[in-house]
Structure formats: structure tokens, C-alpha cells
């Protein structure tokens, strides 16, 4: 089943500003991890953030969670072209599966 | 180079037809998936396997079939049973312990 749901679906900004994308699940996890898809293509994961944790960064990117409501969000900052891709975020039990979301579609006007 | 390799990119099914897609990985890898991904959607887990000769179902498991008789290899067969097989079907890797999936480029079914 699929645990997590992104909001929003889809979103356009121009390049140079920031890109928020939020996640919310339904049971405990051990992780949660963020990745990229370019249109056609497999996915390539981003950053994990462990349930312990609360914000971690990569380069440009700044993921946090909150356990107590069962979310997280992902920051994209000084979005780039190169960004245009759908995210999507995935969440790990502990089983060795991994649930993924629906995505967002993010566009970036040059 | 490592990674993984799936074949063929685009693939046709005529009504009735059972086609096999293949996914190779060379990062010595223990566990193996394969998502389906429609249009605008998610990914649906098919079926996973974390060590040769076993495996499980997915979500989505009906109309599918899985062999693991190689560590590198986890071939997908989509069979007439499954009524709807047009889409993007990916295969990915994960070593165990381990958190990351890698995923290979996908293939694209449709029926004709």
C-alpha cells in the first residue's frame, strides 16, 4: 500500500526560488527517504532522514520530520532547471520495503 | 560499471501474451524489487526478494511472477492474468543491512 502522499502534486516556480514539498504517513517508520525521478527514468534517492532525527541537509537540500504528526517536507532552495523532476518521498518499517507516495511534479520556469 | 540493468526498454504485449522483463544487478546486491508505476502515480510494489530462491509478494502481486535463482538476477514475467500490464514497470536493489534502493532506468509495457 501506499504509505505516504505528497502534497502538493505538482508546482512551478521560477528558478532562483525555493521549492517546499511536503509528505505525510500513517504508521511508525524507522526512516524516511526522499527521491528524485527525471521523466521516463528510475528513480535516484536523495537524502534519508532517520526517525530520530528532526532536519538534516545535503547541498541545497534541507529535509525534516516530525514523527508526533507523521510528516515531513523537503526544501529545495535557488531551484535550478536541472531540478525539474518529480519527487517522491518513501518510507521504511523496517521490513525491507520500501512504501513510496504519489510524487510531486516540479517545474522550474527558466 | 555497477548498477542495474533492465531490458528491454519498450516492450509490446498482445492480448493473451505472457512477456518477461529482465533486471541484472552487479552491485552484489542481496535484496531485489519491482515496482509498477502508472501515469501521474506512485510506485506499487509487485514483488521483492531478499535472498536467492525466495521471495514475496508485493501489493499488487496477481497476474505476476517472480524467479530468484541467481543473486544478480530477478526476472519479472507479466502473464495473461493481468488484465491492465500497460506501464512503467521498475526494478531496484538493495544491499541488506542497508537503506538506499537503487533503481535501474525501467521498462515500458504496453498491451496492443
Known amino acids: 500500500s501506499q504509505q505516504g502522499e505528497e502534497d502538493p502534486q505538482a508546482l512551478s516556480i521560477q528558478e532562483g526560488e525555493n521549492a517546499t514539498m511536503n509528505c505525510s504517513y500513517k504508521t511508525s517508520i524507522n526512516n524516511l527517504q526522499w527521491y528524485r525521478q527525471n521523466s521516463g527514468r528510475g528513480l535516484v534517492h536523495l537524502i534519508l532522514i532517520r526517525s530520530n532525527e528532526r532536519e538534516k541537509h545535503s547541498g541545497r537540500l534541507r529535509v525534516t520530520l516530525d514523527t508526533s504528526k507523521k510528516s515531513s517536507s523537503l526544501l529545495i532552495t535557488a531551484s535550478r532547471a536541472a531540478d525539474t523532476a518529480s519527487y517522491f518521498c518513501?518510507?521504511?518499517?523496517?521490513?525491507?520495503?520500501?512504501?513510496f507516495g504519489a510524487g510531486t511534479t516540479v517545474t522550474v520556469r527558466a | 560499471d555497477g548498477g542495474i540493468t533492465q531490458s528491454p526498454k519498450y516492450l509490446f504485449r498482445k492480448e493473451g501474451q505472457n512477456v518477461t522483463l529482465s533486471c541484472e544487478q552487479n552491485l552484489n546486491h542481496d535484496a531485489m524489487y519491482w515496482y509498477r508505476q502508472d501515469p501521474g502515480q506512485g510506485l506499487r510494489l509487485i514483488y521483492y526478494?531478499?535472498?536467492?530462491?525466495?521471495?514475496q509478494k508485493g501489493d499488487i502481486a496477481e497476474g505476476y511472477s517472480v524467479s530468484r535463482e541467481k543473486k544478480e538476477s530477478f526476472p519479472l514475467t507479466v502473464t495473461s492474468a493481468q488484465k491492465n500490464p500497460t506501464a512503467f514497470y521498475l526494478c531496484a536493489s538493495r544491499r541488506i543491512p542497508g537503506n538506499t534502493i537503487y533503481f535501474g532506468e525501467g521498462s515500458w509495457l504496453t498491451v496492443v
Open positions: 526478494s531478499q535472498i536467492v530462491n525466495d521471495f
Open positions: 518513501a518510507t521504511d518499517g523496517g521490513d525491507y520495503k520500501l512504501s
